[in-house]
């Protein structure tokens, strides 16, 4: 007997098959080497193809049941290959050809072509064109002197609006029933059920409404914010620039004093001096209201509060202008906020001599439209979009940008 059959190991009887259909028994000591076995299965196949030593390379077995690739450089042991398990012998894919280097620069250059030009490249282009940009600094200027004289313009049309609405025989009822839905204004409500979130939290109701009005009216913002500040001293401190909270009480006795009206023993001039009282009510509930938290970002860098609160104002409650309002030459200032357009300048002659104008003058809407506008610029594009004082302001816009041209 021969050594090698003495000590061989055991013999696995393979079924092999190709992608062409062929199919075969290979019968292989376990500790036969992957390559050996592909090389039995290449002659059994391919009859000569071992000629050439690329053809051994360009083959595999794949394990049926597993699909995998098996090793070359593995035994049939080692590959955990079993009796009577199904291999399968395929042709390797041929590798992608490298590019050729003409196509590899022409994409390159398709490339560069697509890429979008930068700044260097923009200046050399239009290097020779003529400078057609409009000076920024300018038109800022501009705009900003179109905002001030607008604010002039309305102190003056308000003073207009209340002298010819006092001629009006139903004047002081129509500003009760404005003076009532002022009180209703829906900055100084709180969102109820919001606040009821909070106190069922355990929050004490004042400091959820601080909490609250801080942030938008955002339950989640405001529980933040409560858990952030429960250890702070100033936690119930009143916001920056608002009013006490016995102010609206006051402002609601007037209110029902002034519903009341005069009696009619007392006669046209008590009725005017009614009329007064109600336009000074309207004015203070139309008060400038700063923005909580500028207030106190602008007060934490070292500002007074009166001197942020006039900023703000003067700002239209943006916090970064009002930032280098505070830190600049401080124009304008608050009181040319209050201050008139000259009533004899053609501007404003031709403002009251328009017949829209005019006519919105003797409405009361259009007296709280400017009065809304004067403390809240903001505002206004709810008044512009309004049926009944959009015309109004619509025609003031024009005469003012017509006469700013000539």
Same mark, same amino acid.
Not at 20 to 41: I, N
Not at 44 to 73: F, N, R, Y
């Given at each position: 007997?021969?050594?090698?059959?003495?000590?061989?190991?055991?013999?696995?009887?393979?079924?092999?098959? @190709?992608?062409?259909?062929?199919?075969?028994?290979?019968?292989?000591? %376990?500790?036969?080497?992957?390559?050996?076995?592909?090389?039995?299965?290449?002659?059994?196949?391919?009859?000569?193809?071992?000629?050439?030593?690329? @053809?051994?390379?360009?083959?595999?077995?794949?394990?049926?049941?597993?699909?995998? /690739?098996?090793?070359? @450089?593995?035994?049939?042991?080692?590959?955990?290959?079993?009796?009577?398990?199904?291999?399968?012998? /395929?042709?390797?894919?041929?590798?992608?050809?490298?590019?050729?280097?003409?196509?590899?620069?022409?994409? %390159?250059?398709?490339?560069?072509?697509?890429?979008?030009?930068? &700044?260097?490249?923009?200046?050399?282009?239009?290097?020779?064109?003529?400078?057609?940009? /409009?000076?920024?600094?300018?038109?800022?200027?501009?705009?900003?002197?179109?905002?001030?004289?607008?604010?002039?313009?309305?102190?003056?049309?308000?003073?207009?609006?209340?002298?010819?609405?006092?001629?009006?025989?139903?004047?002081?009822?129509?500003?009760?029933?404005?003076?009532?839905?002022?009180?209703?204004?829906?900055?100084?409500?709180?969102?109820?059920?919001?606040? !009821?979130?909070?106190?069922?939290?355990?929050?004490?109701? $004042? !400091?959820?409404?601080?909490?609250?009005?801080?942030?938008?009216?955002?339950?989640?913002?405001?529980?933040?914010?409560?858990?952030?500040?429960?250890?702070?001293?100033?936690?119930?401190?009143?916001?920056?620039?608002?009013?006490?909270?016995?102010?609206?009480?006051?402002?609601?006795? $007037?209110?029902?004093?002034?519903?009341?009206?005069?009696?009619?023993?007392?006669?046209?001039?008590?009725?005017?001096?009614?009329?007064?009282?109600?336009?000074?009510?309207? !004015?203070?509930?139309?008060?400038?209201?700063?923005?909580?938290r500028a207030v106190i970002a602008l007060m934490e860098m070292g500002f007074d509060e009166k001197e942020v609160v006039d900023a703000l104002r003067v700002n239209?409650?943006?916090?970064?202008?009002?930032?280098?309002?505070?830190?600049?030459? !401080? =124009?304008?200032?608050?009181?040319?906020?209050? &201050?008139?357009?000259?009533?004899?300048?053609?501007?404003?002659?031709?403002?009251?001599?328009?017949?829209?104008?005019?006519?919105?003058? @003797?409405?009361? =809407?259009?007296?709280?439209?400017?009065?809304?506008?004067?403390?809240?610029?903001?505002?206004?594009?709810?008044?512009?979009?309004?049926?009944?004082?959009?015309?109004?302001?619509?025609?003031?816009?024009?005469?003012?940008?017509?006469?700013?041209?000539?």
């Amino acid at each position: 007997v021969q050594e090698e059959k003495i000590f061989a190991g055991k013999v696995l009887r393979l079924h092999v098959c @190709t992608m062409e259909g062929a199919e075969w028994l290979e019968e292989v000591p %376990e500790d036969t080497t992957v390559e050996k076995l592909k090389e039995r299965c290449l002659k059994h196949c391919l009859p000569g193809s071992l000629e050439d030593p690329k @053809t051994v390379t360009h083959h595999k077995l794949i394990h049926a049941t597993s699909e995998k /690739v098996l090793t070359d @450089t593995k035994t049939v042991l080692e590959e955990n290959i079993q009796d009577r398990d199904v291999l399968l012998l /395929v042709k390797k894919r041929a590798p992608a050809l490298l590019p050729k280097m003409a196509d590899v620069v022409a994409e %390159e250059k398709r490339k560069q072509e697509q890429k979008a030009p930068d &700044k260097d490249a923009i200046l050399k282009a239009t290097a020779n064109l003529p400078a057609r940009s /409009v000076d920024r600094t300018v038109t800022h200027h501009n705009m900003r002197d179109f905002q001030t004289e607008l604010r002039k313009i309305l102190v003056s049309l308000i003073e207009v609006a209340q002298k010819l609405l006092a001629l009006n025989p139903d004047a002081v009822e129509l500003f009760k029933k404005a003076n009532a839905m002022l009180d209703e204004d829906e900055e100084d409500r709180v969102d109820e059920i919001a606040l !009821r979130q909070l106190t069922e939290m355990g929050f004490p109701e $004042s !400091r959820a409404v601080k909490a609250l009005r801080l942030n938008h009216m955002s339950v989640t913002q405001a529980m933040e914010w409560l858990i952030e500040h429960a250890d702070d001293p100033s936690v119930d401190a009143p916001l920056p620039g608002q009013a006490p909270a016995e102010a609206p009480a006051e402002g609601a006795a $007037s209110s029902a004093e002034a519903a009341a009206g005069p009696s009619s023993e007392e006669g046209g001039e008590e009725a005017k001096d009614e009329l007064t009282e109600i336009f000074k009510k309207i !004015r203070r509930k139309r008060e400038f209201r700063p923005d909580p938290r500028a207030v106190i970002a602008l007060m934490e860098m070292g500002f007074d509060e009166k001197e942020v609160v006039d900023a703000l104002r003067v700002n239209n409650n943006q916090q970064n202008a009002a930032c280098e309002w505070l830190l600049g030459d !401080r =124009k304008p200032s608050p009181e040319d906020l209050d &201050k008139g357009i000259d009533t004899n300048s053609p501007l404003f002659q031709a403002i009251l001599e328009n017949p829209v104008v005019q006519l919105g003058l @003797t409405n009361p =809407k259009t007296l709280l439209a400017f009065e809304d506008m004067l403390e809240n610029p903001l505002n206004s594009t709810q008044w512009m979009n309004d049926p009944e004082t959009g015309p109004v302001m619509l025609q003031i816009s024009r005469i003012f940008q017509t006469l700013n041209r000539t």
